[in-house]
């Protein structure tokens, strides 16, 4: 597990990474989907169990304002480094 935290905040540093973590006390985020999806420059692709679903940009607003609406209750950043980092410390006591 400690080799996975450290990656994480090895990711987290990178310019084109957006690392978003939901804080314990952040609750619930108001919106957000029960299947994975990713979104590339623009695009969405949409992980189901039958495979892949991929939006164009011009198809993905809903996924661009669901995303936003989850980003809302995140932290990122130094903030999320911060709690990978107690995380991990954490699993060393």
């Not at 973590?21 to 992980?47: E, S």
């Not at 989850?70 to 410390?89: C, F, K, N, P, Y």
Request: net charge negative; charged share 20%.
């Amino acid at each position: 597990m400690h080799g996975q935290l450290d990656r994480l905040l090895r990711l987290s540093e990178l310019p084109h990474i957006t690392l978003a973590i939901f804080p314990d006390d952040a609750g619930d985020p108001a919106v957000f989907p029960y299947q994975g999806f990713l979104m590339l420059d623009g695009r969405v692709i949409l992980d189901l169990p039958s495979g892949e679903v991929r939006f164009a940009p011009e198809d993905a607003g809903a996924w661009v304002r669901m995303m936003d609406a989850a980003l809302a209750g995140s932290v990122t950043g130094d903030e999320a480094r911060a709690l990978i980092a107690a995380a991990s410390a954490a699993l060393r006591t």
